[in-house]
């Protein structure tokens, strides 16, 4: 997977960062991701977010044959070491791969939760189908024709957007849209994107919610500064 994946993305110097509250968001609604809690087992055991797997960073080197096969899983990394497990990660191919902004105090902050005992070693990743989804193909079809009844929201970033969006479509960062509502247009169906799908399945929930017709695309998508796009599926 490319740069995305979750819903807020930012960068940090070198890294790429999520956003806790997101982190809730995917918890929540069931999406496949890898959380991985990179402190001694020990450590984690005494309170971990729930869903974590334990693969301490002075380990991590070694497990690499743990980790999915499917090279777009969202990865999410917390705990000690995240600046060199991220490197480290990503190296692997990992490319939707982002460390825990703040870690475990912004995410109790936030209203996380924690879970104390011993922690799963073994890594589980399982892409669900989403209702919602879009099929690629028809994807393609509406961003190189358009269509009167249609229209293709782009819900990256505003610092991710300007670095190229399909022609015609509208960028309304996902954590945005509700307040800014009134700039979707209700008479068409919006098909949401960002660059993994988690982001963009987010902005349809929420218009789902406020009874928009809409859909979205659930598949990695890179888009240079001509318009000229490149999707694969997850």
Same mark, same amino acid.
């Given at each position: 997977?490319?740069h995305?994946?979750l819903p807020?993305?930012?960068k940090? *110097? +070198?890294?790429?960062v999520s956003?806790p509250? +997101? ?7 069931d999406?496949?991701?890898?959380l991985?809690?990179l402190r ?14 334990s ?8 497990a690499?044959a743990k980790?999915?096969a !499917?090279?777009s899983?969202p990865v999410?990394?917390?705990?000690s070491? #995240?600046?060199?497990?991220?490197k480290?990660v990503?190296n692997?191919?990992?490319?939707? %791969? %982002?460390v825990?902004?703040g870690?475990?105090? /912004?995410? #109790?902050? /936030?209203?996380?939760q924690l879970? %104390?005992g011993?922690?799963e070693t073994?890594?589980s990743?399982?892409p669900?189908?989403?209702p919602?989804?879009?099929?690629i193909?028809?994807?393609k079809?509406?961003a190189e024709?358009g269509a /009167?009844?249609?229209?293709i929201l782009?819900?990256r970033?505003? !610092? ?5 969006m399909?022609?015609g479509?509208? +960028? ?8 800014? $509502?009134a700039?979707?247009?209700?008479d068409?169906?919006i098909? #949401?994107?960002c660059t993994t799908?988690?982001? /963009?399945?987010m902005?349809?929930?929420d218009l789902?919610?406020? *009874?928009?017709?809409v859909?979205f695309? +659930?598949? $990695?998508?890179?888009i240079? @500064?001509?318009? @000229?796009y490149?999707?694969? @599926?997850?």
């Open positions: 997977m490319f995305d994946g807020v993305w930012k940090g *110097g +070198n890294l790429l956003e509250k +997101n982190l809730k968001d995917m918890i929540e609604k999406m496949a991701f890898v991985v809690d001694p087992a020990g450590e984690a055991a005494e309170g971990f977010i729930p869903g974590a797997v693969v301490p960073a002075k380990v991590l080197a070694e690499k980790f999915p !499917d090279l899983a999410i990394l917390y705990g070491g #995240t600046e060199d497990a991220f480290m990503r692997w191919g990992y490319k939707d %791969t %982002t825990l902004r870690g475990l105090d /912004a995410w #109790t902050q /936030a209203g996380g879970k %104390t011993n922690l073994a890594i990743y399982v669900k189908p989403r919602g989804e879009i099929a193909e028809e994807f079809a509406l024709k /009167a009844g249609k229209l782009d819900v970033d505003a !610092d991710e957007a300007v670095s190229g399909i022609r479509a509208l +960028n309304i960062p996902a954590g945005e849209i509700k307040a800014r $509502v700039e979707i247009p209700k068409k169906e098909v #949401t994107h799908g988690i982001r /963009a399945e902005a349809y929930d789902l919610e406020l *009874g928009f017709k859909r695309l +659930n598949a $990695v998508i890179q240079d @500064k001509y318009g @000229k490149e999707i694969i @599926k997850k």
